[in-house]
């Protein structure tokens, strides 16, 4: 047998009988050393058993030169003259490596997905040529030998065996997938493997056959998808610029970068409009970084610090073109990169070695350039690539719009606050019916701040209003609606109504607000207000309210309670009646105004936090100040989700040597004995400087409540702060000034009066209307 091919004949005995030159070539086992021998001599183990039934398989042959031989053979029995077996086989083998000339033979060998065929013992019978560029390998190497010989002992290799051994128990096909490195190759890859059980005519199972296909891309694909599907959910979490910026860095380190930074320009940290983006240098301020080195050595630039990118940069060039930039190592602009980190920041030199690729992306929100977020990769094999800058823009572009919508919630925070701010009491007028005390707290939900407000109104007659209210809603719009309201009130304050009067005409002003500004927070929602006036000549508090908790009672003696007080419908629901209550206080009692955001949360009881209210407010405390603060913190959760309004109001009296009144009776004649008892009582009072004016005023207001107004008629002086003057009758018909011409004979007394005075006006009673002016108890010059 002198016959190129690799052939061999064997008896039945499985003596070796023939031996052709391809053979020694194959094993370096001459004919006159092999003829006459047994086979098995000559193979390295036993042939597996369903080699031997099927006539074809894999053996391993150990070579003359010591070495092991992977053949792949196929058996054919001799026929006699008569057709039947003859004793023995015709036996021919396949030198590994040698072209396929079957069209599925070169088919299978020249697949491009990596294809290999193992026998029950998973023990390798073919590769093809993809197979063996991943293992590394020629396939003679691989041939006969068992799988876990040829693989590094690790979980995925163990892994992959089970499999392979899985098909052979079940006789069923399965589809793994995995994401593992391989012997050849420097990275790791996603693979999907079909693995599926090979059988002969008879149905007998030989071995596993396995078509694995680099799905790297696609699973890269399904990664970036699922970091932007993981974005969506993990960025814009607060209206907070810096924690958005964190969260980008926490999506994209470590999967995506090794290292990754966000800058922004310092208009977008404050509440300054948008400049123009500069074509050269660019001053950015870091807000955020990460790497997957604990501490960020790798970082240059410290958090919070202001960096200036050279017009060559890679960041500079991003934010002027306005699209993602890749650097690689060896580009210029890359290396100068690199170069100027290491020189501003050397002692991060090694933790920056071996940094190949990075990617600047503009941060772009509504048209505008907010700034830069920069991704590293160092230990990451793969450099950035086409596909990984659409997907970088596309996070960025998401995250510009959180950054964008906290930049906006912050300056319109401001601004809201800014305007309510304005709109509040700076500095509460002097008074001596009350001693005030006040605390407000904006919100810092992201609902923004919200419409509470609060006032304290001197009115006359030594009297105080006390004003509390909460328009619903949030932002600029409810802090505008809010000062309309307190606008208003002081208005209708200033015609000195009573309390439930006051709320009606309010009640029409939100609706007409309501019917004028379609779509308005009040015409949705409303708002509420508790309007309280306090005399200290009677110690008399009357109050109203429209939707409004009802304010807090503390006695003298140091117990607390509630207001039973009518909350009465929510300003501009419109048609319902407001209900004042009424009562009489002891000197030095404390009254709590407040809006719902003091009581009121999704996680607590109104009931339980009203208890706690009025416990807090029994606390001795040594000012009204010092009280607010004790009330809040004993009240409030430690993140209020709605603003917070708090006045107290503690009670004073005037006493009985403070106030003189006269009954007067309606006639001319007692025009003179009134501003005698007048003058008579300044003196009394050591206020003679100011019984000139006083003596004009009485007999003015007097004798015009005797001429044009009718009984009963009562003089009333008081002394505070100022010295008052009123003037009761019975009449409802208010006076108004006019200028009187030169040949009237009267229309000038409320003139002098009101040259002479202070201020002066009216106010309607139960029983008619009093005039009243005030006059300084200091000089006015």
């Known amino acids: 047998m002198e016959d190129a091919s690799a052939a061999a ?30 086979v098995r001599e000559l193979l390295a183990e036993d042939v597996p058993p369903e080699a031997v039934s099927a006539l074809s398989g ?6 003359r030169d010591g070495y092991l031989v992977g053949l ?21 083998a396949d030198q590994p490596g040698s072209a396929e000339t079957s069209l599925a033979g ?17 023990r390798y019978m073919r590769l093809n040529d993809a197979a063996c560029h991943v293992m590394g390998v020629p396939e003679e190497t691989l041939l006969g030998r068992h799988f876990p010989e040829t693989v590094e002992e690790a979980e995925h290799s163990r892994g992959f065996n089970w499999h392979l051994r899985h098909v052979i128990e079940t006789g069923r096909p399965l589809r793994y997938e995995s994401y593992t490195g391989a012997p050849a190759l420097n990275r790791e890859h996603a693979w999907v493997t079909e693995m599926w059980p090979v059988r002969d005519a008879a149905g007998e199972l030989l071995g596993t056959a396995l078509a694995a296909f680099d799905s790297t891309e696609q699973y890269w694909a399904r990664q970036r998808l699922a970091l932007l599907n993981e974005a969506a959910a993990t960025i814009g979490t607060t209206l907070d610029v810096v924690r958005t910026a964190e969260e980008l860095i926490e999506v994209v380190v470590p999967r995506f970068a090794d290292f990754a930074s966000v800058d922004l320009f310092d208009w977008v940290l404050g509440a300054e409009e948008s400049p123009t983006v500069p074509t050269e240098e660019i001053a950015l301020r870091r807000v955020a970084h990460g790497s997957h080195s604990e501490g960020t050595p790798e970082a240059a630039v410290r958090l919070g610090e202001v960096d200036v990118y050279p017009g060559f940069s890679p960041i500079a060039r991003a934010m002027r ?26 002692q991060g030199r090694p933790y920056r070695k071996g940094v190949h690729s990075m990617m600047a992306v503009p941060l772009r929100a509504r048209g505008t350039t907010l700034g830069v977020a920069v991704a590293v990769r160092i230990k990451q094999p793969d450099d950035y690539a086409a596909d990984d800058a659409v997907f970088a823009e596309e996070l960025a572009s998401r995250a510009a719009v959180c950054v964008d919508n906290a930049r906006r919630f912050a300056r319109e925070r401001t601004t809201a606050l800014a305007l309510q701010h304005s709109l509040l009491p700076r500095g509460l007028p002097g008074q001596a019916a009350v001693q005030v005390a006040h605390r407000y707290l904006p919100s810092g939900s992201a609902a923004g701040i919200g419409g509470d407000w609060f006032d304290v109104i001197p009115l006359s007659g030594s009297r105080v209003a006390l004003v509390v209210g909460d328009v619903v809603g949030h932002g600029i719009p409810s802090s505008a609606t809010m000062g309309r309201l307190v606008t208003a009130v002081r208005t209708l304050a200033d015609v000195d109504l009573p309390p439930d009067e006051l709320l009606t005409h309010l009640d029409d002003l939100v609706t007409h607000l309501a019917a004028d500004d379609e779509g308005d927070e009040v015409a949705e929602l409303g708002a509420t207000c508790l309007y309280a006036v306090y005399d200290p000549v009677t110690r008399r508090l009357n109050l109203a309210a429209a939707g409004h908790p009802a304010p807090a009672l503390v006695l003298p003696d140091g117990s607390a309670r509630l207001i039973p007080l009518s909350a009465g419908p929510p300003l501009g629901v419109g048609g319902l009646p407001f209900e004042a209550t009424e009562l009489q206080l002891p000197e030095g009692s404390v009254v709590a105004l407040y809006t719902d955001g003091l009581i009121e949360d999704r996680d607590r009881d109104v009931d ?9 407010l029994t606390v001795p405390a040594d000012s009204l100040d010092a009280l607010c603060d004790t009330v809040l913190k004993a009240v409030l959760p430690e993140e209020p989700s709605d603003d917070v309004a708090l006045l107290l109001a503690r009670t004073r009296a005037l006493g009985a040597d403070q106030v003189a009144t006269w009954d007067v009776t309606p006639d001319p004649a007692e025009v003179a004995v009134t501003r005698q008892a007048a003058t008579d009582q300044l003196t009394a009072w050591g206020l003679d400087e100011t019984a000139f004016v006083t003596e004009l005023v009485v007999s003015e207001l007097v004798t015009n409540a005797i001429r044009y107004g009718a009984a009963p008629i009562q003089l009333r002086l008081i002394r505070d702060q100022t010295l008052i003057c009123e003037v009761s009758d019975g009449s409802s018909t208010s006076p108004h000034l006019r200028r009187a011409h030169q040949d ?20 309607q009673t139960t029983r008619g209307k009093t005039i009243w002016c005030e006059q300084p108890l200091t000089p006015l010059f």
Do not use: K
Not at 58 to 63: D, Q
Not at 106 to 122: G, K, L, N, P, R
Not at 744 to 763: H, K
């Open 106 to 122: 070169q088919a299978f060998q020249q697949a491009s997905m990596s294809m290999s065929v193992f026998d029950t013992s998973q």
């Open 9 to 38: 004949i064997i008896d039945a005995r499985g003596i070796v009988t023939g031996w052709s030159e391809g053979a020694r070539r194959l094993t370096g086992y001459p004919a006159e050393e092999t003829v006459g021998r047994a």
């Open 608 to 616: 339980h936090a009203t208890d706690e209210l009025c416990r807090a």
């Open 321 to 346: 073109e306005g699209r993602a930039i890749l650097s690689q190592a060896g580009e210029p602009s890359f290396m100068r990169w690199v170069a100027e980190r290491n020189t501003r920041a050397p």
């Open 72 to 92: 792949r053979v196929r058996g054919c029995a001799v026929t006699g003259p008569d057709g039947e077996a003859g004793p023995g086989f015709v036996v021919t």
């Open 744 to 763: 009237d004979e009267g229309g000038r007394g409320l003139l002098l009066v009101a040259q002479l005075t202070q201020r002066w006006g009216s106010r």
């Open 58 to 63: 894999t053996v391993m042959v150990r070579h």
